[in-house]
């Protein structure tokens, strides 16, 4: 037996070894990344994937939602089947479910709230939640894990990373699959899953990111009834847009709702880099006041500043059908493996977006088309970055939603028509005011530093230690260059102030010029025309030192 496997496990081992049998033909294994040839996937196949999935567990049923994000891993029909995957089971008797808030909380139910349901509002493998109402009169939902589930998830975690390793010791493919990245990215979001604290802190963020949207609502916690196996949290009033039946759309109009969470969720990703990766129909809830309400946010993801940037290009040259900046774009993003083909990627990229021009946009949605660029960049060669996979799993869910709200809604019209404010929001936090004063404080430091520098380079040159490899040195000239670069840190070290000034002042109430407050329009153009002043001068010097010298020792 390979020392990478436990005799312990052998159970386990046997349930994903018929389970990956069973499905070959579906899981890329093969070298380049295709079907084993002569097998076929079905629909049928697919659900029977996602069904045994849920009946090896709550592990299992995580792994299912991280694979519905790998489409270079497996075919159309096992993603959508995956998206799907289900996560209800039985609830837990009320005895047990109290005894572990009780505990957690250290209270006795009776005395922490008024009251405290019995029957849960929901259940899955992690945990369930109840409904109940604080002494001070406010409805709360409390979810209450499940006893044992972090031990049997460890114990199955440790089987999937044994079996990762002895397939990457034994073939080939799994480097190309990253099997090993997968697993450590799968351990990382279940363990945050875990952890109710973790979500607390990201209702309490996203509520913050989101707080301009009138017509979204994040449930906030209840920090002193919360732990680390209970999470306590507002309670709202409504029901999950997958119960809603198609006859019910006709009293809903779900086109500005739409609209707003499009425009949250492009803002959680481009803007503020931090968004939740799991918005099935069943994490949205239409409120009985006419708005949408995210929950559970065990699953987010993180987006770094220079990801982001390279995401927004992606999804803007996907609206406008570039497809050569769509492949650019995915080169960028992903990571090349050995056979990597870029022509091949870039022929392939302008011919799905050309070909999603011309399809109907409610059949072709923005998850949908993400995937197919996925796909086809694993198949070139070029691994998808984590980042594009989540969030194609995200639009994905969106798309859902939207079916479920208004089937007449557009995705991608909608990522176009954001376009804009995208870019203009995108470059405001950019030039936050926090990585101005970052900017200031290095340009302080440096202009501090430079009077102690230069008295060293003089001392240097008095000294005789100093030595330059050019010719006809000249030192009126050279101190004549230094007045010029001292003069123009100056200029520099102003202009950031006074765009420092300008966007601290942006909050302020009062008087306003074209819908900014007139101190930030003052401080912006003494800003600017410093800008211009200084670039001014440096390009008429660059001129003058471009020119060709006519002197008499250039003639002979």
């Known amino acids: 037996m390979s020392p990478s496997l436990k005799a312990r496990h052998l159970p386990r081992y046997g349930e994903l070894g018929r389970l990956l049998v069973k499905h070959r033909g579906a899981i890329r294994l093969a070298a380049d ?27 299992f049923i995580k792994l299912g939602q991280l694979l519905s994000t790998r489409s270079d891993l497996l075919p159309a029909e096992y993603l959508a089947a995956l998206v799907h ?85 034994h073939g080939d ?25 973790v979500e607390a802190a990201n209702l309490v963020r996203l509520g913050e990111d989101l707080a301009d949207y009138d017509l979204l609502v994040i449930p906030q916690p209840v920090h002193d009834y919360t732990s680390e196996r209970v999470l306590t949290m507002e309670l709202l009033d409504g029901r999950n847009v997958g119960s809603i039946p198609p006859i019910g759309q006709i009293d809903i109009d779900g086109a500005p709702m739409l609209e707003e969470l499009f425009s949250a969720y492009l803002d959680q990703v481009l803007i503020h880099g931090f968004f939740h990766a799991d918005p099935h129909p069943g994490n949205i809830l239409l409120t009985s006041d006419g708005r949408l309400g995210v929950i559970d946010l065990g699953m987010v993801a993180h987006v770094a500043p220079g990801t982001r940037t390279t995401l927004l290009r992606l999804l803007l040259a996907m609206g406008d059908g570039r497809g050569e900046e769509v492949a650019g774009a995915l080169e960028e993003l992903g990571e090349p493996l050995e056979d990597y083909q870029p022509r091949l990627l870039r022929r392939e990229a302008s011919d799905l977006v050309m070909r999603s021009q ?37 639009l994905l869910n969106l798309d859902e939603v939207a079916r479920a709200l208004d089937p007449t809604f557009e995705p991608n019209a909608a990522i176009r028509e954001h376009a804009t404010d995208l870019m203009q929001r995108h470059m405001l936090g950019e030039l936050s005011p926090r990585r101005l004063l970052g900017t200031a404080l290095d340009t302080k430091e440096f202009v501090e530093n430079l009077p102690a520098r230069l008295n060293k380079v003089m001392d240097s040159v008095a000294d005789g230690r100093f030595s330059l490899n050019i010719q006809g040195f000249d030192d009126p000239e050279l101190m004549r260059g230094f007045q010029k670069l001292a003069n123009r840190v100056t200029v520099g070290i102003v ?24 101190l930030t329009v003052v401080f912006l153009g003494f800003a600017a025309t410093s800008a211009l002043w200084l670039a001014v001068n440096v390009f008429r010097a660059d001129v003058r030192r471009s020119q060709p010298a006519t002197g008499g020792r250039g003639r002979r």
């Open 85 to 169: 995957l289900q996560d209800d089971v039985a609830p837990l008797p009320y005895d047990v479910a109290r005894e572990i808030v009780e505990s957690e909380l250290g209270v006795r139910v009776s005395t922490a709230f008024s009251s405290f349901e019995e029957e849960p509002l929901a259940s899955a493998s992690l945990g369930q939640v109840h409904r109940a109402c604080l002494r001070d009169g406010r409805a709360v939902a409390v979810k209450v894990q499940r006893p044992g589930v972090r031990e049997q998830i460890v114990e199955d975690m440790a089987v999937i990373d044994e079996l990762a390793e002895f397939v990457e010791r």
């Open 358 to 394: 011309g399809a109907d946009l409610s059949s072709l949605r923005a998850g949908t088309l993400l995937g197919e660029l996925a796909r086809v960049a694993g198949q070139c060669g070029l691994r998808p970055a984590p980042e594009l996979t989540m969030l194609m799993k995200a």
């Open 173 to 197: 493919a799994a480097g190309r699959l990253d099997f090993r990245a997968m697993v450590e990215q799968f351990r990382r979001s279940t363990l945050d899953e875990l952890d109710y604290r």
């Open 495 to 518: 202009t950031a102030a006074l765009v420092v000034a300008a966007a601290l002042f942006s909050g302020s109430h009062g008087t306003q010029v074209l819908g900014y407050p007139v």
């Open 33 to 59: 990344g295709r079907p084993e040839p002569g097998t076929d996937t079905t629909a049928e196949d697919a659900k029977a994937f996602a069904q045994q999935l849920e009946e090896l567990g709550p592990t």
